[in-house]
């Protein structure tokens, strides 16, 4: 998804149960057209394994867990990651 108002800020996201995809999970953002990207939303259980901590570090990225799912939280963190966002919406 591309921001209406900045066509430099560009979302991508992991949909594994309907798509190829890519890992790690979750929502990569982009705000200089593709040039550097970063993982915006991480819920799945790769980032809470904290696995490659020195490599997001490095990269100036962070590396921790910054979404809840309210009551599926715990089979969320639990399992391997079958779907994720199918939907995103920019605020205009």
């Not at 790690?24 to 970063?38: A, L, S």
Request: proline share 4%; charged share 25%; glycine share 4%.
């Amino acid at each position: 998804m591309v921001n209406p108002n900045n066509e430099n800020e560009i979302y991508i996201s992991f949909n594994a149960k309907h798509d190829f995809t890519f890992e790690p999970r979750d929502v990569w953002k982009t705000e200089d057209g593709g040039n550097n990207w970063f993982p915006c939303a991480r819920s799945s259980s790769y980032w809470y394994s904290s696995r490659d901590d020195a490599y997001w570090t490095s990269r100036n990225s962070p590396n921790n867990v910054n979404v809840k799912f309210s009551h599926l939280e715990r089979e969320l963190q639990e399992r391997n990651e079958i779907s994720g966002n199918r939907f995103l919406e920019t605020n205009c």
